[in-house]
């Protein structure tokens, strides 16, 4: 079976409820959205065979792996997360939420863009909601969100120092508001880490 891949990397986990936890990234090609702010290049990529994916990872000295795009939902599947934890892995996942995720992956993250009540019918367990968050955006209640362990709001980062500052002190005033919400920062780009 193959999968095609963006890029593989070992780094830490930057946000939301593993922040900081050593991971080896997996970035699959493709996305079904556009979203405005996407930082992301995720055309193009490898095609490769699973046991070639499992020989790139296997340098590194972590067990766990976390499925990122792009969408890694539109390509992956049971018998790749089935693979995968036969060899040992722990398996998450960062999805925008529109594709059904498999019960075997180990955490699961829902970044919902845009259509929440979408992202709740699709997948309504999740382990974390978290949010990608600009100046001005209306916050959900979470009522209206998947069930989850955790509900983050993420502000977006740009490149403009300003406007950052203003998306992170948007989103502090919106937690102490409704206090259902937690502030995830993204430290991989704080500390300049992959
Ligand atoms: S869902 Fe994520 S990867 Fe896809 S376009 Fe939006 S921000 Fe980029």
Redesign the pocket.
């Known amino acids: 079976m193959n999968l095609k891949v963006k890029e593989i990397f070992y780094s830490l986990q930057g946000e939301g409820g593993r922040q900081g936890e050593a991971s080896i990234f997996i970035r699959l090609s493709g996305?079904?959205?556009?979203?405005d702010?996407?930082?992301?290049d995720?055309s193009g990529g490898e095609t490769m065979e699973l046991s070639h994916i499992l020989s790139a990872i296997r340098k590194f000295p972590c067990r766990w792996i976390i499925w990122t795009?792009?969408?890694p939902a539109l390509q992956l599947t049971g018998e790749a997360i089935a693979f995968f934890k036969r060899e040992g892995y722990l398996q998450a996942i960062e999805s925008?939420g529109y594709f059904p995720l498999s019960g075997l992956l180990d955490y699961t993250v829902v970044?919902p863009?845009g259509k929440q009540d979408y992202a709740k019918t699709i997948n309504p367990n999740v382990d974390e909601v978290r949010l990608?968050v600009k100046k001005g955006d209306a916050i959900p209640d979470s009522g209206r969100l998947p069930e989850a362990k955790h509900y983050f709001l993420s502000p977006v980062f740009t490149n403009d120092a300003l406007v950052t500052k203003e998306n992170i002190d948007y989103c502090v005033e919106q937690v102490m508001l409704m206090p259902d919400w937690r502030l995830s920062l993204q430290i991989h780009k704080l500390i300049n880490i992959e």
């Open positions: 996305c079904n959205l556009k979203c702010f996407c930082d992301t995720f795009g792009g969408e925008n970044s863009k990608p």
